[in-house]
């Protein structure tokens, strides 16, 4: 009985299968990016709506944030900070803290060829104006 070349399929196998493995392993990791980029953003503007403080409120010896101005800055700020097609972005007065939520979009590359459709990545971020 030859067994020549039956060490073939099983590199084939072993070839096939590390490609895949590897292929998820990149779309986990640009899955991962995505959010860490979301966050970021989300952070990032939620201290900058956080900067915007009512002048009235300085006056009286409390910090509190310009409702218009904090929402408006917010917001702007998540869609111009390393703008992405699909980026949308709210933000929303809690009491003294600007909260911002930046909701990005992910293609997966390979898992697509799986059936995994494009997901939603959200983050969100808070901050609070402070005397310094």
């Not at 009286?60 to 703008?83: I, S």
Request: glycine share 6%; net charge positive; with cysteine.
């Amino acid at each position: 009985m030859s067994e020549r070349g039956s060490i073939v399929p099983w590199l084939a196998a072993l070839f096939f299968v590390g490609f895949v493995v590897l292929g998820l392993a990149l779309d986990v990791a640009l899955f991962a990016a995505t959010y860490r980029e979301a966050a970021f953003a989300a952070d990032a503007v939620a201290e900058a709506g956080a900067a915007r403080i009512d002048p009235r409120s300085v006056y009286e010896g409390v910090t509190t944030p310009d409702r218009t101005a904090a929402v408006r800055a917010a917001e702007t700020g998540a869609l111009d900070a390393r703008p992405r097609p699909a980026r949308r972005a709210t933000a929303r007065i809690n009491g003294r803290a600007v909260c911002v939520t930046v909701v990005d979009r992910y293609e997966p590359r390979l898992a697509a060829l799986l059936g995994l459709a494009t997901e939603s990545v959200s983050a969100t971020a808070c901050a609070t104006p402070a005397k310094g």
